[in-house]
Each structure stands twice: as structure tokens, then as C-alpha cells.
């Protein structure tokens, strides 16, 4: 094969295919080139896991205002006032792309859009497709995406690294030229030129041993950002979802909040019902509450889970509310009207990322990051449900319009090097990378999960310092793979975490340290600047 045939020229290459790149790609127009990179399948994205909705004022009971107010309080005051306004505006032009693309939303008696309300919204303002909103919409726009004349799609390539004027040795701003990635079919290395790239790849709660991602959450756009300059924000700010299903056979599998909401208790392997002991809402109490207890206990009697019960209520009743549930389980050897579900909290979601501006744009020309990649500043210490589809689609549309502004279609691009892998080997034993897959998420998940200290920070940084030489020489020394380079991005990405935690001397939101239960008065961001970790914490414009 020639290395002509493993170059390719676009205008614009969209890393990921979810709700953020495909938005971005679908609101460019027709003339542009675009190529669409998907790690995995085009609906294996974060959006297609999506069970809420996406947040919009369209209510007259509604108002901007209180959707900001309502943002702002559930991310702990952290959120910036600019990036919240923007996205909030954004709601309704949101909903219309997506109407206009054929998303089949759920409609009230009246055929209009039903709107449900959520955790921490003071209205109804979620508009939904019955429990699984993010399906209908990833199927939706990758179905567009398909029709298009304009944008090539590339299933199974994963990107490696991002080519930079820099790196180059080029004079002149930092300039994004495009990436490298690896076609994992033939197991070659194609470099994709583009004027723009943008960085829609979801976050990293792969770094956890429980988390309900899909598998490609592996952190590579914030790492790929980071490494070729870019500053990342927030990455103490991790949300763990309360109930994930224990089970051998079923990673991801997330036990809906509803099924507390029905009267499910959680109990400890001796049969106590615990969360009385924490909260007077018991069951009922905060995601973050919940997920904090449930830890708390796991860690105080060294055990794998606790159980979720539903078996004291009636039998048709359980049936009928979690048809669903119900099925999976059984499938699973659980029958849920008389057995207890075996559960753990799960890492969910990232709040921090690559620090862009409200046209997405990072710290290097070219380059743009969206969604859970990104940080906005519109999250804050804690996301509140069902505004990051919203912000998918509002920096989306925003980076289009701005890619379209500075366009030039005479730009020629300088020689770039293709891949040279003419120094390596082939890997002689792949169970390296899993053996230190295992130990970083498991250090992860002990040392830097829910309930945060000094000590145990200090503990999972030692280790990750480790094993990350240990993978980048790896790395230099044999033939890339897809589990290498997630593997490499984790890792970097998990030093981001801890030290972020590390440099944060309270406890706000979703980052809860015992050393520091207190809350600081002043709003201040976690910002880490490349290359060597320099950490920032400039205020909070709020």
C-alpha cells in the first residue's frame, strides 16, 4: 500500500459521532469536505446512552432566567455566567435543529413537545423520547450524516495524536494541521490533513472501574488537546451515578433513579437499610448524597457492592413500572420481585476538559473541542441533568459559524511527515496493557472516587506516575493498538484528575474531600497548563 493512499485532505475532520460532531458537521454547509472518525460504530457514542433529555426554556411558565438561576445552583455558583447564558439561549434554535433533522420527540394530548422536569430544574423544560432520548437522536443524525453528499465517514479509526505547526517546527501560531489515526481493520496509520479540527470524542469515566460509558470514554480528545498545548479545566469534578448493576456480564448497566422514587430500599449485606443513617430523605436524597453513602459503607466494611430491594412491593406493580428492568434482569438470573439487585455508583460523568471559548475554540488555531471534551464553564462543580446534550448542540452550531468565518480554501498545507512506525516491534505480550488497565482503574476507583483524601490522592499519584512511564515506553517501543493508545490517554488523563483534586482545598460539588469539608469563599477554576502540570486557579467569572 502506498503512502499516498493513507493520506487523505479534508476541510474540516470531526473526531467522534455523537451528538457534538455530528451537530457541527450537520450545521456546516454542503460545499465544506468533512470527514467523521468514530472509534467504534457511529451510534457507539455517549449520546446514544442518554436516558433523560435535553433541557430548553419553551414553557410560559418558564423563563431564561430561571434556568440559569436553577444551572448556576446545581453547579455549586462554579458555572461562568457567559458560557451558561449562551447555552441557555441556545435551547430553543437546539430543539429546532433537531426537529428540522426528523429527532421523533415525545408529544403531549395536545401534540405538542412534552416537556418532564428532572433533578434540579424548578420547571418542566425537558424535552424527551419516552426513556431513551439519546437513541432517537444519535440514530437521527447519523442518519443524516449518512445521507450526506459532503461528509465521509470512517468507522474504526481511532485518533492517535493531533498534527501541530509546532511540532512542525514551523514559525507562527500553533496551528492544527490534523491528526494521525489508526484504521483498525488494516492496522495501518493514515494521517488526515484538515484546515479545522474539532475534537467531539466524550469523556473519560472510562478511568473508573465502575462506570456507565460506553467503552470509548477513554479520555482521548482531552488528552490529544492537552499534549499538543491546549489548557484543561475541572477535572476534580467527576458525577458517579448512584446504582450501577454488579455484575460480571453487564458493565454500564445503570438501575434507573426511578426505581428508588417507587419505593426501593438500599440495604447492607446484613439486611439494614443504611441511607436513614445519612440523610432524613433516605432513598430519596441527592444523586451525590446517595452515591457518597453508598461508597462510604462499600469502603468502611470492605465489600463489592450493596443491594438495591424492591421485592417488598407488589409483584404486578414492579412488572408494570420496570418492563424493561425487569426483562434485563431476569436475562441476567436476577428476578427483581424476588431478589435483591446487587449495585455500586458509577463514574458518569466528566465536567471538566479542554478549555475552549464560546465558538469552541482552544488554545490552538484550527482547533476546536465540543461537548463533554470541552469545558465551557457551563457545568461548574456538577452538571445539571440533561443540559449536556444541550450543550452539545449549542457549541456545535457555534463552532460551525465560526469555522465557516475563517475559512480559507486557498490555505496550502506544509509537508507533514506520515507515521513512521519503522522503530518499533510488534507488542511481544499484550497482557501488559491489560495488567495496567486493571491497576489504574482499580486505583482510580479506591483512591480518587467519591469520598476524597490527601493521603489517598498522594497514593493513586504515586502509582499513576508509575505505570504512566511504564506505557509510554511501551509505547515508544512497539506497534500502536487501540487498547495502547486508550491506554496512554487514561493515563494522563487520570493524573489530570488527581492533580486537579489535589490543588482543590475544599469540598464543592462533585469533588468531596475529607481534609477539606469546607467550602472556600472564593469561586476559583482548576486550570492545568502544559507541558510540566503548572496548575492555575484563576477566579470564576461569574
Known amino acids: 500500500m502506498s503512502h499516498s493512499s493513507l493520506t487523505h485532505q479534508f476541510d474540516v475532520i470531526i473526531v467522534g459521532s455523537g451528538g457534538a460532531g455530528l451537530s457541527l458537521a450537520l450545521s456546516l454547509p454542503d460545499h465544506f469536505n468533512i470527514a467523521v ?14 436516558q433523560g433529555g435535553v433541557a430548553a426554556v419553551l414553557d410560559e411558565m418558564d423563563s431564561i432566567e430561571q434556568h ?3 444551572t448556576m445552583i446545581a453547579g455549586a455558583q462554579l458555572c461562568e455566567m457567559e458560557a451558561v447564558k449562551q447555552t441557555v439561549e441556545g435551547g430553543k434554535p437546539s430543539v429546532e435543529f433537531l426537529l428540522k433533522h426528523g429527532v421523533q420527540f415525545t408529544l403531549d394530548e395536545q401534540e405538542q413537545l412534552h416537556l418532564t422536569r428532572e ?3 424548578s420547571q418542566r423544560r425537558i424535552i424527551h423520547a419516552a426513556d431513551a432520548t439519546g437513541r432517537a437522536i ?3 443524525l447519523v442518519q443524516r450524516a449518512q445521507e450526506k453528499q459532503n461528509i465521509k465517514i470512517f468507522e474504526n479509526y481511532i485518533a492517535i495524536d493531533l498534527i501541530c505547526s509546532q511540532k512542525l517546527g514551523l514559525d507562527g501560531n500553533n496551528r492544527a494541521l490534523g491528526l494521525y489515526a489508526l484504521d483498525e481493520q488494516t492496522e495501518k496509520v493514515h494521517t488526515f490533513l484538515a484546515s479545522f479540527t474539532a475534537l467531539a470524542c466524550g469523556g473519560a469515566m472510562k478511568a473508573y472501574l465502575y462506570t456507565s460509558n460506553p467503552d470509548i470514554a477513554t479520555g482521548d480528545g482531552i488528552a490529544m488537546a492537552y499534549r499538543a498545548g491546549c489548557r484543561v479545566a475541572n477535572m476534580e469534578f467527576n458525577q458517579f451515578h448512584p446504582t450501577c448493576l454488579y455484575h460480571p456480564q453487564a458493565r454500564s448497566f445503570l438501575i434507573t433513579e426511578a426505581m428508588r422514587g417507587e419505593g426501593a430500599y438500599l440495604r447492607l449485606p446484613d439486611g439494614e437499610r443504611f441511607m436513614l443513617r445519612f440523610d ?8 451525590d448524597i446517595v452515591a457518597r453513602a453508598i461508597d462510604y459503607e462499600i469502603k468502611r466494611l470492605g465489600i463489592r457492592h450493596v443491594w438495591l430491594d424492591i421485592t417488598h412491593k407488589d409483584e404486578n406493580f414492579v412488572k408494570e413500572h420496570f418492563p424493561t428492568l425487569y426483562a434485563r434482569l431476569l436475562e441476567l438470573g436476577i428476578d427483581i420481585t424476588k431478589d435483591m439487585i446487587p449495585v455500586v455508583p458509577a463514574a458518569h460523568y466528566t465536567c471538566g476538559g479542554v478549555v475552549v471559548d464560546e465558538n469552541s475554540q482552544t488554545d490552538i488555531a484550527g482547533l476546536y473541542a465540543i461537548g463533554e471534551t ?6 461548574g462543580a456538577n452538571r445539571m441533568a440533561s443540559n449536556s446534550l444541550l450543550e452539545c448542540f449549542v457549541y456545535g452550531m457555534s463552532a460551525a459559524e465560526h469555522i465557516q468565518t475563517h475559512f480559507n480554501p486557498a490555505y496550502t498545507f506544509p ?3 506520515v507515521w513512521d512506525d519503522s522503530q518499533v516491534t510488534n507488542p511481544d505480550e499484550d497482557v501488559v496493557i491489560l495488567q495496567n488497565w486493571d491497576e489504574l482503574r482499580q486505583t482510580m476507583w479506591n483512591y480518587v472516587g467519591i469520598v476524597r483524601t490527601t493521603k489517598r490522592l498522594e497514593r493513586a499519584l504515586h502509582r499513576i506516575e508509575m505505570l504512566k512511564k511504564e506505557i509510554t515506553e511501551y509505547y515508544q517501543d512497539y506497534q500502536v493498538s487501540k ?9 494522563l488523563v487520570s493524573e489530570m484528575i488527581v492533580r486537579c483534586a489535589m490543588h482543590r482545598k475544599e469540598s464543592r460539588g462533585l469533588h468531596f474531600t475529607l481534609d477539606y469539608p469546607a467550602l472556600l469563599p472564593e469561586l476559583r477554576k482548576t486550570v492545568l497548563t502544559p507541558p510540566n502540570f503548572e496548575v492555575e486557579t484563576p477566579l470564576v467569572n461569574i
Open 68 to 70: 440559569i438561576d436553577d
Open 483 to 491: 487498547n495502547l493508545i486508550e491506554l496512554r490517554n487514561l493515563v
Open 280 to 287: 432524613e430523605r433516605a432513598e430519596l436524597a441527592p444523586r
Open 37 to 50: 472518525l468514530a472509534k467504534s460504530t457511529l451510534t457507539d457514542a455517549s449520546t446514544f446512552y442518554a
Open 415 to 417: 509537508a507533514v511527515p
Open 138 to 140: 444519535s440514530t437521527t
Open 374 to 379: 470541552s469545558y465551557t464553564g457551563l457545568h
Open 119 to 121: 433533578g434540579g430544574h
